[in-house]
């Protein structure tokens, strides 16, 4: 690496006329006609003939600046008269989060280094707020910014304005190659390194426009495919928080069938009854059924149950209720048993054993028999005799115009 640095360096190119020339380009001597770039004190050329031509300061001991001032002239003066430039090669990357929370998606499309012709290219030509080295033209109109580095980068906000900005770096061109050139032109335009602060250029190409849609189409497709997954879990949840919820209950029901108390309850009353139902036991195990006989005869699952004969109380539903029920509403088993339980009142045993029938449980409750299911059974009968009707169902039963009770009302008048 050339100490660049070094206030002793000598400068590598002297200007005439606006151009930069190297030693051996102009004559020998003060004649040269060249002044420094940088401190523009007159330059000696001093022909070599054993060693490399060179420029010295002509009664000037030391110049700061003269080796970077003269080696980015020159680069400059370089792209201005060749016309052309490789520029870097480009990653264009891309991203979406298409889910919350995670990892973005990424893709890139790659363009690699590329020669480009510079239409027009000029120095020093102010951009806004910035001036960079060159401002060129391509083909595709689109402009190119050069910056060349010797010593000092470009500066940061400049790199964010300015588009389509890039740096030729020659701070580590090798000193043979300052003083070639052949090889310090090769290296301004194809070889030194190089690097875009900005570009624009692909940004319209098919091929990123495609990377990019491909992308954006695969995170649309992830997004959704997340939400289906996320309503389907939701659903998951709310079902198993319903089953768990119906669990919970089913479970307290239980749990308060089963408990104690309830354990307590039936074998108080099992216990309370049990003279009773073994009675009942009896009187069901020694009843006789009478032989059949008219409407008021009409055997019956569980008559056994009533205190009176079976002919009794149907002959009082028969002759004594029915003939009472109004003959424009309904009535049900419910109703007619009430008043068969009024005219004929549980035998003592039976009586506490009818008003706890609902809270026998198992064999007990099994054995103990529904009056009202017997009622309803011989209604049943009855209607089907068409002695009386159905009602708009089977546990309801009315009268009708014209039965055997309005009959023999209408025949007495
Ligand atoms: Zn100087």
């Given at each position: 690496?050339?100490?660049?640095?070094?206030?002793?360096?000598?400068?590598?190119?002297?200007?005439?006329?606006?151009?930069?020339?190297?030693?051996?380009?102009?004559?020998s001597?003060?004649?040269?006609?060249?002044?420094?770039?940088?401190?523009?004190?007159?330059?000696?050329?001093?022909h070599?003939?054993?060693?490399?031509?060179?420029?010295?300061?002509?009664?000037?001991?030391?110049c700061?600046?003269?080796?970077?001032?003269?080696?980015?002239?020159?680069?400059?003066q370089?792209?201005?008269?060749?016309?052309?430039?490789?520029?870097?090669?480009?990653t264009?990357?891309?991203?979406?989060?298409?889910?919350?929370?995670?990892?973005?998606?990424?893709?890139?499309?790659?363009?690699?280094?590329?020669?480009?012709?510079?239409?027009?290219?000029?120095?020093?030509?102010?951009?806004?707020r910035?001036?960079?080295d060159l401002?060129a033209t391509l083909?595709?109109?689109?402009?190119?910014?050069?910056?060349?580095?010797?010593?000092?980068?470009?500066e940061?906000?400049?790199?964010?304005?300015?588009?389509n900005?890039?740096?030729?770096?020659?701070?580590?061109?090798?000193?043979?190659?300052v003083?070639?050139?052949?090889?310090?032109?090769?290296?301004?335009?194809?070889y030194?390194?190089?690097?875009?602060?900005?570009?624009?250029?692909?940004?319209?190409?098919?091929?990123t426009?495609?990377a990019?849609?491909?992308l954006?189409?695969?995170?649309?497709?992830?997004?959704?495919?997340h939400?289906?997954?996320?309503?389907?879990?939701?659903?998951?949840a709310?079902?198993?928080?319903?089953?768990?919820?119906?669990?919970?209950?089913?479970?307290?029901?239980?749990?308060?069938l089963?408990?104690?108390?309830?354990f307590?309850?039936?074998?108080?009353?099992?216990?309370?009854?049990?003279?009773?139902?073994?009675?009942?036991?009896?009187?069901?195990?020694?009843?006789?059924?009478?032989p059949?006989?008219?409407?008021?005869?009409?055997?019956?699952?569980?008559?056994?149950?009533?205190?009176?004969?079976?002919?009794?109380?149907?002959?009082?539903?028969?002759?004594?209720?029915l003939?009472?029920?109004?003959?424009?509403?309904?009535?049900?088993?419910?109703d007619?048993?009430a008043?068969?339980?009024?005219?004929?009142?549980?035998?003592?045993?039976?009586?506490?054993?009818?008003?706890?029938r609902?809270?026998?449980?198992?064999?007990?409750?099994?054995?103990?028999?529904?009056?009202?299911?017997?009622v309803?059974?011989?209604?049943r009968?009855?209607a089907?005799?068409?002695?009386?009707?159905?009602g708009?169902d089977?546990n309801s039963?009315?009268?009708?115009?014209?039965?055997?009770?309005?009959?023999?009302?209408?025949?007495?008048?």
């Open positions: 690496m050339p100490k660049k640095t070094d206030s002793n360096l000598k400068v590598p190119f002297g200007l005439k006329d606006g151009r930069l020339y190297r030693p051996d380009d102009v004559p001597g003060l004649p040269c006609g060249c002044i420094c770039p940088a401190c523009e004190t007159k330059l000696v050329a001093n070599g003939k054993q060693k490399r031509s060179y420029f010295s300061h002509h009664r000037t001991e030391s700061a600046g003269g080796y970077e001032t003269a080696v980015h002239l020159m680069a400059k370089v792209i201005l008269d060749e016309m052309r430039l490789r520029i870097p090669p480009i264009i990357p891309f991203e979406f989060s298409p889910i919350e929370d995670e990892k973005p998606i990424r893709s890139s499309v790659r363009y690699p280094e590329r020669d480009v012709e510079l239409v027009v290219v000029v120095a020093e030509k102010q951009q806004g910035w001036r960079p401002t083909k595709n109109h689109a402009p190119l910014y050069i910056e060349i580095l010797v010593t000092h980068a470009v940061e906000e400049k790199a964010e304005t300015l588009d900005l890039v740096e030729v770096d020659l701070s580590n061109i090798p000193l043979e190659s003083y070639d050139a052949k090889a310090f032109s090769e290296e301004v335009v194809l030194a390194p190089r690097r875009w602060y900005r570009c624009s250029l692909y940004d319209d190409l098919k091929r426009k495609d990019r849609r491909e954006e189409e695969r995170a649309a497709r992830m997004a959704s495919e939400q289906a997954q996320k309503a389907e879990q939701e659903k998951k709310y079902h198993a928080q319903m089953a768990q919820m119906r669990e919970e209950n089913r479970r307290k029901v239980s749990q308060r089963k408990s104690k108390d309830s307590k309850n039936d074998a108080l009353i099992h216990h309370k009854l049990r003279g009773q139902l073994f009675k009942l036991r009896d009187r069901k195990a020694a009843y006789v059924a009478p059949a006989g008219g409407l008021d005869n009409i055997p019956v699952d569980g008559e056994w149950v009533f205190s009176v004969p079976r002919s009794t109380w149907q002959h009082y539903i028969l002759e004594d209720c003939p009472n029920m109004r003959v424009d509403q309904s009535f049900t088993a419910k007619i048993l008043k068969v339980v009024h005219q004929f009142p549980w035998s003592q045993d039976i009586e506490a054993i009818m008003q706890m609902h809270k026998l449980s198992g064999t007990d409750g099994q054995n103990v028999p529904d009056p009202e299911k017997i309803a059974d011989y209604l009968i009855l089907l005799s068409a002695v009386i009707s159905f708009a089977q039963f009315t009268r009708f115009w014209g039965d055997r009770w309005s009959k023999h009302l209408t025949w007495k008048g």
